[in-house]
C-alpha cells in the first residue's frame, strides 16, 4: 500500500506506475496532507497483507534494509522490527507528535516505543 499524503510532485504518478506493474501494489490519494500519521493509519486500514512496512519516501530511512527486515521477521519469527536512526534532525513538534503516534501504535499493536517510523509489523 501506497499513500500519497498530499504531494505537490509527482508521487502520485509514480504510485499509480507501481499500480499498473503489480496487481499487489494499491495506492491512496489524499486531497492534501493530512501528516504522517493519517498516512499510515490509511494505510494500515487498507492493507491486506501479512506484514505492514512503514517507510519514508524521502529515503530519510534506506529502503535496502528492508530486505534484512524481512530476513529477520521470519527466521526468529517475531512480530516486529523496527530501526532506529543514529541521528535525528526533526523539530520539536514533529518529534512530540512522533512519540505521541509510537504510544498509540504500542497500545494497539505491540510493545513498540521511541523507535522511527521505519518498521516491519506482523498484521496477520
Known amino acids: ?3 500519497d499524503d498530499g504531494s505537490k510532485d509527482n508521487t502520485w504518478q509514480k504510485i ?3 499500480c499498473g506493474k ?3 501494489v494499491h495506492g491512496i490519494k489524499f486531497t492534501r496532507n493530512f501528516g504522517h500519521q493519517a498516512a ?3 494505510g494500515i486500514n487498507f492493507v491486506n497483507s501479512d506484514y505492514v512496512f512503514f517507510s519514508d519516501v524521502d529515503l530519510q530511512d534506506p ?3 528492508l530486505e534484512q527486515m524481512c530476513q529477520k ?3 526468529n519469527n517475531l512480530n516486529v522490527v523496527f530501526a532506529k ?3 535525528n534532525n526533526e523539530n520539536f513538534l514533529k518529534k512530540y507528535s512522533s512519540i505521541l503516534f509510537q504510544y498509540f501504535l504500542m497500545v494497539n499493536f505491540s510493545n513498540i516505543f521511541h523507535a522511527s517510523s521505519y518498521k ?3 498484521y496477520s
Do not use: D, W
Open 40 to 42: 499510515i493509519m490509511a
Open 16 to 18: 499509480l506506475k507501481h
Open 85 to 87: 536512526r543514529v541521528q
Open 120 to 122: 516491519l509489523i506482523q
Open 1 to 3: 500500500m501506497l499513500v
Open 63 to 65: 529502503p535496502e534494509l
Open 22 to 24: 503489480n496487481n499487489k
Open 73 to 75: 521477521i521470519t527466521k
